[in-house]
């Protein structure tokens, strides 16, 4: 593992007690320019996992509550008349950040929900014809509520096919949560946490993802998994070509993680679930028989002829 995430991962570990895996899947995704669904109950660390990445790597935190009166502007920021240069100029939204926090992303509307595709995909936002370049590092952080429907709207599949990653956090367990008990009683400990890295090291350590070699017979490997997701006859509609192209950047900073320059069949398998199943839309037949998506990919897994390397 580069000394850096090591490092980083550790830091993170000081206020977010027992989820290791996930700050391992965040970093992937962060490594891979990849944005994040989290999709989990209240109060299990949602906001303060992404504070603290932020916190960890110096780089500015923004946090956005949606609720049904967000407007576009408040994500992408608008134009406003200057009387003194008699000119209209850019103010900022809550988008010009390097980690965006979209909190209970399904509580606001469709149309401001769209605001977020192009900042996604391209990392830009555009206000009344002029492009403005977002900072980099950027990272979009969705969390949203798995179990109260009333007051939402549901995420279309343009939406959900922009997140690289979806996760949970999770309940932590009786020492884990005795452990927080214990270190947030009295004071937020993420009020003392230090930087360990800075968003330039981050750009370098992309960099150096990018370099991770993958054998051809593994980019095969993921076309056949990806392709066994659009003939399935439980599957109304399968993955994309983003979802092979995401997996494939998965599979290299989950290798680079791990302190490999080479990708092996098993980090293929490691990222395939949480790259790959919420781009899956389910038969009503599947669903009423309890199949689920993440069921699906572990089963073609399983199915799937893992290519010596």
């Not at 391992?24 to 109060?43: F, K, R």
Request: glycine content about 6%; proline content about 6%.
């Amino acid at each position: 593992m580069s000394k850096t995430i090591d490092i980083l991962i550790d830091n993170v570990e000081k206020i977010i007690i027992g989820k290791r895996s996930v700050i391992e899947h965040l970093l992937v995704a962060l490594l891979s320019d990849g944005h994040v669904l989290i999709e989990d109950v209240p109060g299990v660390g949602k906001t303060q996992l992404v504070a603290t990445l932020a916190r960890s790597v110096n780089g500015a935190f923004n946090r956005i509550q949606f609720t049904p009166d967000v407007m576009p502007s408040d994500i992408m920021g608008f134009s406003m008349f200057n009387p003194g240069t008699r000119e209209f100029e850019y103010r900022e939204g809550a988008a010009m950040c390097n980690f965006l926090l979209a909190d209970e992303i399904n509580r606001t509307s469709p149309k401001t929900q769209s605001s977020l595709l192009e900042i996604m995909e391209e990392f830009q936002v555009t206000v009344d014809g002029k492009t403005y370049k977002l900072p980099r590092p950027f990272m979009v952080l969705a969390t949203q509520n798995p179990i109260e429907s009333f007051g939402t709207y549901p995420l279309p599949e343009a939406q959900m096919d922009r997140f690289f990653l979806k996760l949970s956090i999770g309940y932590p367990d009786k020492n884990e949560e005795k452990l927080i008990i214990d270190r947030f009683g009295s004071e937020n400990p993420l009020d003392r946490l230090e930087p360990v890295t800075t968003t330039q090291e981050l750009i370098e350590l992309k960099d150096q993802v990018k370099k991770v070699r993958m054998e051809e017979c593994l980019k095969e490997y993921i076309i056949n998994i990806i392709a066994a997701t659009r003939s399935d006859k439980n599957v109304v509609l399968g993955c994309s070509p983003r979802g092979s192209l995401n997996l494939y950047k998965a599979s290299k900073a989950w290798a680079f993680i791990m302190g490999r320059d080479y990708v092996l069949p098993d980090d293929i398998q490691k990222m395939a679930v949480p790259v790959l199943a919420h781009r899956i839309i389910l038969s009503q037949g599947a669903k009423m028989n309890n199949y689920n998506s993440t069921k699906l990919i572990n089963d073609i897994l399983q199915n799937t002829k893992v290519p010596a390397v």
